[in-house]
């Protein structure tokens, strides 16, 4: 069936449910968060760090972060959280020891910045203004240029054929050395395969086969594209080579395709959510002339449904059935897996998508009432469970909950022009009051059940405006561990199998902790998986802002 033809179906059938409570918060007396979102120096040399308790000596490699650290050049200033330079941040751990070191991305973007003194690359929520030294035509001709998409990779890490990179959501990449953290080649993906850019989440199969997805625009109208890159490379000097688009997938709206962070994969399928958070192309191009940034041209349409698109990794076919839900907004998904014929799919959730415009380093510095008011309206995101029965037709009943996991509450509806409607089961503990439940930045023992049946997941708890605590939730028995330090800030767990690892939960959980208190050092801890419970810290006489992703990468 066309697209338009299902949209209208569903905003028909299912209108009733556009009202539901969009959950916020009413917290008083935060502690202001200026100081994790400030620019500070790089340090390229190694410093050692000073421990307490125990660092399992199994632990040998070095733990990497990355994030903005970099929010001005002269008097110009970014204003978003994510338009910040990268700087890749390494905790080198050995023998119970820890050393850190920090270095600014040497990216196009960052150099040309530093060498003009103001910012001459657009970002996501700051618009470069024309060169000064032009005049008034050159100036006015270039508000109607399309501008460069920037290669500031600051949002995570990511392995492809055998090399680390750092990575953002445009077309492209630096490969970097994890050991000296030197920015060693920058890579973009359109030189291989035609699309505008690529997530920096992607998945891996046990063989290092990665799979990512990117949009393209073009004659044929805006298309979800899934990517395939083979394990190892031809030769040492590839990068890319070998990546083919393996699905290419409309989009519901040509010129309003959704915007996505990630996307979640099985054993045997990759699932891409098309969320109603819109990119309106013609309001971003229009923007531009207006001197406005791309963010601006994000909007969040509630109205529109939520479809989740399933492809066969194998074959890369689309399944024909369109599974619906309501309108939500999600970043990061938990984990997808198969059983007696449905897909399980887990992530963190929220019911409003006007969340990533609140993200604005103006709201990020306020303090007193203003900062709490700014926390209490954005909406918050919790784990939620959705089950895709796969073996649908047309004699499949209407009306008839086709979800048969005895274990879940969640629904998959037949209705009519055959469209599944579901609706998820919430995976929390449901002792704790909403707040509570909060959870972002969610982590697994990726290298053992990514795609499979598990248990334990791990996040960071939103009590703030960036994670304030550390979770674990064990989703059968519905219960949540908690670690929790007043005025420290963890960043997203990043969970390390122990060499014997026998059960899902043996290992550790490192996390980067950092604090806006001028008289406490930032520290990386090392926490139990298993109890939860602290081994041992290694504190760092620096001031670090608060990330976004990160990776251990082994010795």
Not at 154 to 174: A, K, P
Not at 317 to 324: D, E, G, L, R, S
Not at 367 to 374: C, I, T
């Amino acid at each position: 069936m066309d697209s338009w033809r299902i949209a209208r179906c569903l905003n028909n059938l299912f209108s009733a449910t556009k009202n539901q409570r969009v959950y916020f918060s009413n917290r008083k007396g935060l502690e202001c968060l200026a100081p994790l979102v400030t620019t500070v120096e790089e340090t390229p040399q190694p410093i050692p760090a000073k421990v307490k308790g125990v660092i399992p000596k199994w632990i040998k490699g070095n733990f990497l972060r990355n994030g903005p650290g970099k929010f001005e050049f002269g008097t110009d200033k970014y204003n978003h959280w994510f338009d910040g330079m990268a700087l890749m941040h390494q905790f080198n751990i050995e023998n119970g020891a820890v050393c850190y070191k920090s270095k600014f991305l040497q990216s196009d973007s960052y150099k040309i910045n530093c060498e003009k003194n103001r910012i001459v690359v657009s970002e996501f929520g700051t618009l470069a203004m024309p060169d000064p030294c032009k005049n008034f035509f050159e100036r006015f001709k270039s508000k109607f240029e399309m501008p460069r998409q920037t290669d500031n990779a600051l949002v995570s890490y990511v392995l492809y054929e055998g090399d680390c990179y750092v990575s953002t959501e445009t077309i492209f990449m630096h490969k970097i050395d994890p050991q000296t953290l030197e920015t060693k080649e920058k890579v973009d993906w359109s030189k291989f395969i035609a699309v505008n850019g690529a997530t920096a989440h992607p998945h891996y199969d046990p063989d290092g086969t990665a799979y990512n997805m990117g949009n393209s625009y073009g004659k044929n109208g805006s298309r979800y594209n899934i990517i395939r890159i083979p394990p190892q490379k031809a030769n040492s000097e590839d990068t890319l080579h070998g990546a083919k688009i393996m699905c290419s997938i409309p989009a519901a709206d040509s010129k309003r395709p959704s915007y996505y962070h990630s996307f979640a994969m099985s054993e045997n399928y990759v699932i891409f959510i098309e969320q109603p958070l819109k990119l309106n192309l013609l309001k971003i191009y229009i923007n531009k002339i207006r001197g406005k940034g791309l963010d601006e041209g994000l909007t969040w349409e509630p109205k529109s449904n939520t479809i989740f698109h399933i492809v066969n990794k194998h074959t890369g076919q689309i399944h024909p059935v369109k599974y619906c839900t309501k309108a939500f907004l999600t970043f990061h998904q938990i984990n997808a897996f198969e059983e007696n014929g449905h897909i399980i799919l887990d992530m963190c959730c929220c019911d409003d998508g006007s969340a990533i415009h609140m993200f604005n380093i103006h709201n990020l510095r306020k303090d007193g009432n203003d900062l709490d008011e700014v926390y209490d309206s954005v909406p918050k995101l919790f784990p939620r469970r959705f089950v895709l029965p796969l073996h649908i037709s047309s004699e499949s009943p209407n009306d008839k909950n086709l979800n048969t996991l005895s274990y879940s509450p969640a629904t998959a509806i037949r209705k009519e022009h055959g469209i599944l409607w579901c609706t998820y089961e919430s995976l929390h503990d449901p002792e704790l009051d909403e707040e509570e439940r909060c959870c972002e930045f969610p982590q697994i023992n990726y290298s053992r059940y990514n795609g499979k049946k598990y248990n334990f997941f791990y996040g960071c708890g939103f009590g703030h405006l960036i994670g304030d605590s550390l979770l674990k939730m064990d989703i059968e028995a519905r219960k949540m561990k908690v670690w929790k330090e007043e005025g420290f800030f963890p960043s997203e767990p990043v969970f390390v199998p122990s060499p014997k690892a026998v059960e899902e939960d043996d290992g550790i959980i490192l996390s980067a902790v950092v604090t806006p208190r001028q008289n406490q050092n930032t520290f990386l801890l090392v926490l139990d998986a298993k109890t939860f419970t602290e081994l041992g810290r290694a504190e760092v006489p620096r001031q670090i802002p608060y990330g976004f992703h990160g990776m251990f990468s082994p010795s």
